[in-house]
């Protein structure tokens, strides 16, 4: 039969022990519980916002106000879409908006197709295969420049400019994959489909782009989130090739053009504003969606962030894949891209983020309505329909639910590619 201790030391361990364990107890309850408080703090504009997208118009403003509506009015989130600020589509804005998607496109499919794992047998020579090449980017080149002058009449500076542009970051594909010794029957196959596919696509898009309207809503979220997806895709593409190149190539002056690309980062943005501006002007990009992809295709953090994550990456891989023959290109599609998915994913959060949620530069260079982003539009928005607040809610919450939504379903992936890029290897 056990007995119970009346050791006073006994007893007044075990009720300091209890004490702790009841503090404990309580402490968590009071983080959660400040935890709580916090997201609750963060998150009630959110909720009022979308409560208040069922409301009418005079329910809103009414006092004292109501938390949930008396009549939920789900019709309010249909009637956004019918909503038109007037202007009609421009050819020159739909084009732009093909253009960008068919570069996009070009990439995809002529970096997947262009080498294969499989070692060949050379087909075609590289005196035959490069100038072969070389004819089809110029062809492409023109080909956009005959598209911009038979759509709308595009003036000769444009048509430079654009094709010169799409000239130049074609050629840069090609050189990625001529450095790597390809099969060059092969990459005039895949830039023959490439081109194609390029074209289809920039057609299908600058079409739906034109059918969509022009002031509506449906085109505002149409150009924000085109704009957002191909820009941060295209990030991805150029800054990881730059950052592959950083962390594990040797080169003259690596250094010094590494520490000049991070010294770019300390100018603010106020500085080049003006010069850009002008620039883009003179190109004649004025209100087309070059003047927001192309300057923003690479970005020194984005190289900063994939370079430092891709320096604590074991070298193992790639030295298996240099043994087994792989080129400098098959190792960074076949070996370096898996492995970097978590800040692959991190920067494109970031910079999708920053497009869906950027002001100034749509504000400059967007100027009709066929072209606007979503924060430009509502501002403009909600001075038109300033009598019918609940539908300005509804905008209000189709604008933030892309990011959070996107944030949330792969926040893991984002705070493992930052923890991981501040590791250096």
């Known amino acids: 039969m056990s007995t119970i201790s009346t050791d006073p030391q006994t007893l007044q361990r075990a009720s300091r022990v209890k004490q702790q364990d009841i503090m404990k107890g309580v402490g968590v309850v009071v983080r959660y ?58 050819l020159e804005g739909s084009t732009s908006v093909g253009v960008i998607v068919g570069l996009f ?6 970096f997947l197709t262009a080498m294969s794992n499989q070692q060949e047998g050379k087909g075609l020579p590289r005196k035959i295969g490069l100038p072969i090449s070389l004819l089809l980017v110029g062809a492409a080149g023109y080909a956009v420049s005959v598209y911009l002058g038979s759509s709308f009449d595009a003036s000769l500076v444009l048509r430079v400019s654009t094709a010169v542009a799409i000239m130049s970051l074609m050629l840069i594909a090609l050189g990625v994959i001529g450095m790597s010794e390809p099969e060059w029957g092969r990459v005039v196959l895949s ?54 190149a950083f962390a594990r190539l040797k080169f003259p002056g690596k250094g010094l053009i590494f520490g000049f690309m991070l010294a770019s980062m300390m100018l603010p943005g106020a500085v ?96 009709t309505p066929d072209m606007w982003v979503l924060n430009v539009a509502l501002e403009v928005f909600k001075q038109q329909y300033a009598s019918q607040m609940n539908l300005v809610l509804v905008g209000a919450i189709v604008n933030a639910v892309p990011v959070l939504v996107l944030f949330f379903f792969f926040s893991r992936y984002f705070i493992e590619g930052v923890s991981y890029a501040g590791v250096k290897g």
């Open 272 to 367: 080049t504003l003006i010069p850009s501006f002008i620039l883009i002007a003179k190109l004649g990009w004025i209100n087309k969606f070059y003047s927001l992809v192309f300057p923003g295709i690479v970005t020194a953090f984005g190289i900063f962030l994939l370079t430092q994550f891709l320096k604590a990456v074991p070298k193992d891989l790639e030295e298996a894949a240099t043994m087994d023959g792989a080129s400098y290109f098959q190792i960074y599609k076949d070996v370096i891209l898996p492995l970097a998915r978590p800040a692959l994913l991190t920067l494109f959060i970031l910079q999708f983020q920053a497009m869906w949620n950027d002001y100034l530069a749509p504000l400059l260079y967007m100027q």
């Open 33 to 90: 519980l400040l935890l709580s408080l916090l997201g609750l703090a963060v998150f009630t504009p959110f909720i009022l916002a979308f409560l208040g997208s069922f409301k009418t118009g005079a329910e809103i403003i009414a006092f004292p106000p109501t938390f949930f509506p008396e009549k939920w009015m789900v019709g309010n989130w249909p009637d956004l879409f019918n909503t038109d600020l007037g202007g009609r589509p421009r």
């Open 105 to 110: 496109a070009f990439y995809a499919t002529f």
């Open 191 to 244: 830039l023959i489909g490439s081109i194609l596919v390029a074209g289809v696509v920039t057609w299908l898009f600058a079409e739906m782009a034109f059918r969509i309207g022009g002031g509506t809503f449906a085109r505002w979220l149409f150009n924000t989130a085109l704009l957002s997806v191909v820009r941060a895709f295209l990030q991805l593409i150029f800054c990881s090739m730059a950052a592959y």
